[in-house]
């Protein structure tokens, strides 16, 4: 008798091994894989809209269609075409061996438990790139997972980047649809609203956490619809080094000239240019997307969101300082040296010169006005540096912050150099872009980094810890309180994670470039 239970214990645990996880979502069948060391599911490159190509092309994400029999969704999906830096001949974000192509609007999930009995808080990444790089293969989901004890689910997303999603223009507005990419986000987040109780997802408990334009799109679904998305999407919001360059009006002079150059170099300058560009052959396109980008402003990106007076109806900074926003609890961070590293730092700058092919509608009188307001921070190189980091990327943080008075929690990541992009290796141990490496391989370090992060996600909260770190007491920012979690290390290279007071300068500068209303206009309301 015990023999024949041993066998049939050893078959029941063999079939448990052997079983593929398959999930219906109605329009399709997905098998995923099982990685039996760390009991986490995956399911690579699940299509969550329809092809945005031919006619679909420039127009808002339909759902797929239906499809029959089980899809594999075992491998990366194909990259969305990438772009490249302004004026650089070479992209850092290309994942080796991943397609580029226009029907890229798949994402990917994993969990580690598919028929959880309490459903799990649940993280939808938002990659970065400038809104013209990146792609789900480039982060491990699963890394997530195991960081948080098998306590989350983690979806990946992809949405068109560079012109294929944020063409703009007064074509795109009459027969096209602005701000596309951020359109493929929120259906993405909605596909996440409907489906992710399949996986052991808790709809309820979605923390949005993106890098880079990953947050700074964050915000773009933050003031969505003055603040009236439903349903709620979203509870709670990470977000990683802001990326908030100007932002247009869709009709404005540089987002005309942006989809005039497309259309030339298309040969589409008809009468009907809109209807010429979604008959393009989609490399062609994929060929001008990198033009037009090579041509732009030294380590910039030409196309992203912009006011299209329906999902995003005023600036960013606008509709933070009005209050008309999509509820969430956030936790901020921003890396010490974010401006660094797209500043060429073997070049010789005129300060001013800098801030006008920066800011392109300042005249020369704003352009000596911004500069002055840097002049006491080093040299010309430090002062540009200072200036791209400081306006793009730190200060549009604080009226993030500001925006949810005794809801936010704010952190910097100080290992030197500091740099954009160099905190992310800490939560997905395998991002390589811009060739990061990790700064600091000290197991106390991340996982009180990591763990204040996935903390929030479950709890709301990075001082209910996940596991015990050496992370002290964190409170909540507020201009009573101006205070910041800096995760640094010293001298002797032991871990040093204190709380610090936001510099004082920094906000001064911030209060200034925020809408550069230091300096008579405000920027961001420039037509």
């Not at 300058?269 to 008959?279: H, S, T, W």
């Not at 609890?329 to 700058?349: P, R, W």
């Amino acid at each position: 008798m015990f023999r024949l239970n041993f066998l049939h214990t050893a078959l029941v645990s063999l079939a448990c091994v052997n079983a593929v996880p398959v999930v219906d979502l109605g329009y399709a069948q997905y098998e995923g894989g099982v990685d039996s060391r760390f009991n986490i599911t995956s399911f690579r490159g699940i299509r969550y809209a329809a092809p945005p190509t031919g006619a679909l092309r420039f127009q808002a994400p339909a759902p797929p269609s239906k499809v029959t029999g089980i899809q594999q969704a075992s491998s990366d999906p194909p990259q969305c075409y990438q772009g490249v830096f302004g004026a650089s001949p070479t992209n850092p974000f290309i994942t080796r061996d991943v397609d580029q192509t226009e029907d890229c609007l798949f994402l990917s999930v994993y969990s580690p438990d598919l028929n959880s009995t309490v459903p799990l808080p649940t993280i939808v990444w938002i990659h970065g790139g400038g809104y013209a790089l990146g792609s789900a293969s480039q982060y491990n989901g699963a890394k997530l997972v195991q960081a948080s004890d098998n306590q989350v689910v983690v979806v990946i997303i992809q949405y068109r980047l560079g012109l294929f999603g944020f063409l703009a223009g007064q074509q795109m507005k009459d027969n096209g649809a602005l701000n596309a990419g951020l359109l493929d986000q929120e259906f993405a987040f909605r596909w996440v609203n409907k489906n992710i109780r399949k996986f052991g997802g808790d709809p309820s408990k979605v923390t949005l956490w993106g890098q880079s334009a990953g947050a700074g799109s964050i915000i773009q679904h933050v003031i969505a619809r003055n603040g009236m998305t439903s349903p709620q999407l979203f509870r709670a919001a990470i977000t990683s080094s802001t990326f908030i360059p100007s932002q247009y009006y869709y009709n404005a002079a540089i987002p005309r000239a942006l989809f005039d150059e497309v259309a030339t170099q298309a040969g589409c300058n008809g009468p009907k240019p809109l209807d010429c560009l979604r008959a393009a052959d989609s490399a062609t396109m994929a060929d001008i997307n990198r033009n037009v980008m090579l041509a732009s402003f030294e380590n910039t990106f030409p196309f992203g969101p912009v006011i299209d007076g329906s999902f995003v109806t005023q600036s960013p900074t606008d509709a933070l300082f009005q209050g008309q926003l999509n509820r969430v609890v956030l936790l901020s961070t921003t890396n010490t040296n974010e401006g660094t590293i797209f500043v060429n730092q073997s070049a010789e700058y005129d300060v001013a010169e800098y801030v006008h092919n920066l800011f392109p509608l300042f005249g020369v009188e704003e352009s000596n006005a911004a500069a002055a307001l840097y002049a006491s921070l080093g040299s010309p190189l430090d002062q540009v540096s200072a200036i791209m980091g400081d306006s793009i990327y730190k200060c549009p943080t604080y009226p993030l912050l500001e925006a949810f008075p005794g809801d936010s929690f704010k952190a910097e990541y100080a290992i030197p150099p500091a740099l954009h992009g160099q905190d992310v290796i800490n939560y997905f141990p395998s991002f390589d872009a811009f060739g990061v490496t990790l700064l600091y391989n000290n197991t106390a370090f991340i996982d009180a980094f990591s763990g204040g992060l996935l903390s929030f996600v479950v709890n709301l909260d990075p001082n209910d810890k996940l596991r015990s770190t050496i992370t002290p007491a964190w409170p909540k920012w507020s201009r009573a309180a101006e205070a910041e979690m800096v995760f640094n290390k010293t001298e002797q290279d032991a871990p040093h994670i204190a709380l610090a007071n936001t510099s004082s300068a920094l906000l001064k500068r911030c209060e200034c470039v925020s809408r550069w209303n230091c300096i008579g206009i405000q920027w961001l309301n420039l037509p």
